[in-house]
């Protein structure tokens, strides 16, 4: 799940099968949302514990973990650092 709410992008567990993962479309997902994301400023993403490498992916593009939850790891960052890993090689 997406969305924008005042100054926040929220994101939610995305999952992609083996042989879809280390191709781009995160990458890809966050350069469409780019134009929606110009006046926001917050990043605020959840992970489920037992997906690391969805944890792995949220630190590499610049996010913070804030806390966790029983199930979830919550993390939150700056959207501009978000939009400059996307548009990075």
């Given at each position: 799940m997406?969305?924008?709410?005042?100054?926040?992008?929220?994101?939610?567990?995305?999952?992609?099968s083996v042989e879809n993962q280390?191709?781009?479309i995160f990458k890809l997902l966050?350069?469409?949302?780019?134009?929606?994301?110009?006046?926001?400023?917050?990043?605020?993403a959840y992970?489920?514990?037992?997906?690391i490498r969805s944890a792995v992916v949220l630190r590499h593009i610049g996010l913070v973990?804030?806390?966790e939850n029983e199930n979830n790891i919550h993390f939150q960052g700056n959207t501009r650092d978000l939009l400059n890993w996307a548009k990075s090689r």
């Open positions: 997406y969305k924008i709410s005042e100054d926040t992008f929220y994101m939610e567990e995305m999952q992609l280390r191709q781009g966050i350069q469409h949302f780019e134009p929606k994301l110009a006046d926001i400023k917050m990043v605020d992970a489920n514990k037992k997906n973990s804030v806390g």
